[in-house]
């Protein structure tokens, strides 16, 4: 015979049932109010019939920042565009819900960046971003210099000085794609610099790099 529940006495299953019910419940509250600053924040620099914050608004931010507009680390899909998605998943990564918690987590997000294989992504993304057209693959070199000033010159100082300086006088190349723009950046990862003796051009290294190299040496003798 089963023993008899006292009544008044609590369901241990009810309970649980409940706590479960309470958890989701304050879980979507805190999670509305997260997202309400957050959104609050956003249309404080997105544009009203766009409903995107734009190259005005990105300016704007980045002077209450404290920070050029090339340095920002949102991750756009489109140039000088970020979308309300787009700012939810970076302010939430960030775990920013106002200005001034936004810019205690700049510098501790540029220390991550800077971890090669987080900076590796970054890299390739730099490039990616500047690609304003929907099916552009590849970036003059006006701007492909610029952009190695921006990402690469603190970390790589006279490599990324040397290649600027051979894209502006060679002739051959217009335009740099993708993985011209990495294997740049393996170049300065795994060859010595100014030295070069670890370069060897019968492994796969693209002819842009071999063209580099050959002009180095040439006017290091």
Sequence with gaps: MRPH???GSPNPMSIKANDVDLFHSASNKALMQLLGQIDEMFDNYANEKTHMIEAAGIEE???????RADDSKMKGKRQGLITQDEW????????ATSL??????????ETE???PLIFKDFYAFAF????????????DIYSVCLLLKIVLRSQFRP??????QFLQVQKEYMVLTLDQWMEFYRFCNEISFPELDKYDENLAWPLLIDSFVEWLRQNNN
């Design 61 to 67: 931010l980045c002077s209450d920042l404290k920070m």
């Design 100 to 109: 001034e918690k936004l810019v205690k987590a700049l510098p501790g997000l």
């Design 88 to 95: 939810r998943r970076g302010m939430k990564a960030l775990e």
């Design 128 to 139: 990616q971003y500047n690609l304003t057209e929907e099916l552009q693959k590849t970036l």
């Design 113 to 115: 960046v800077r971890r």
């Design 5 to 7: 529940r006292k009544i």
């Design 159 to 164: 490599q990324v000085d040397s290649f600027i």
